[in-house]
T-cell receptor, first 109, second 113 residues
């Protein structure tokens, strides 16, 4: 079983739409959670950390449900510049990070 | 900018040849990582280092070796390249004092014919 699983999409949404991505993780001892963004043929970059209480950064909201081992990312008022692949990442308090395969988002004018 | 460079950025080689990829950082971070990224698999850890001469294996370490003789450089060697090692290779650092985050280099696109 994979450590982190994501729906690969693709998600094609119009500008201004709200879109949500989900991710599940298998290790209940996992302690740190993140969303990374990766543009085509570029390196991944940290979008936001995910905290137990949920957290928001502008149009982006991340949620963590430890009981269900589930992480989500909500993007409101989608912009063309949000088009990218979004990676769910989990760290189990060790030295290793586990990445999901990514969810592809295309925002359409 | 986390000051991470990778070289070469692109390489085409033949099956059976040894290949070394270099990751260089300028900020003396202790932790460095090598990942490969393939369609349908996401990023998978090959090896990582937690200090000079201190390295450990990741989930896909077979066929790869690493060396870290100085803080700033982390080398990944494909001992005898195979077509299955055609991939994009990313180096990453974990910043000292912020172990929850990773910063990635620009990647190396390797093709093994």
């Amino acid at each position: 079983r994979k450590e982190v699983e994501q729906d690969p999409g693709p998600f094609n949404v119009p500008e201004g739409a709200t879109v949500a991505f989900n991710c599940t993780y298998s290790n209940s001892a996992s302690q740190s959670f993140f969303w990374y963004r990766q543009d085509c043929r570029k390196e991944p970059k940290l979008l936001m950390s995910v905290y137990s209480s949920g957290n928001e950064d502008g149009r982006f909201t991340a949620q963590l449900n430890r009981a269900s081992q589930y992480i989500s990312l909500l993007i409101r008022d989608s912009k063309l510049s949000d088009s990218a692949t979004y990676l769910c990442v989990v760290n189990s308090a060790g030295n290793q990070f586990y990445f999901g395969t990514g969810t592809s988002l295309t925002v359409i004018p | 900018d986390a000051g991470i460079t990778q070289s070469p950025r692109h390489k085409v080689t033949e099956t059976g040849t040894p290949v070394t990829l270099r990751c260089h950082q300028t900020e003396n971070h202790r932790y460095m990582y090598w990942y490969r990224q393939d369609p349908g698999h996401g990023l998978r850890l090959i090896h990582y280092s937690y200090g000079v001469k201190d390295t450990d294996k990741g989930e896909v370490s077979d066929g790869y070796s690493v060396s870290r003789s100085k803080t700033e450089d982390f080398l990944l060697t494909l001992e005898s390249a195979t077509s299955s090692q055609t991939s994009v290779y990313f180096c990453a650092i974990r910043p000292t004092g912020n172990y929850n985050e990773q910063f990635f280099g620009p990647g190396t696109r390797l093709t093994v014919l």
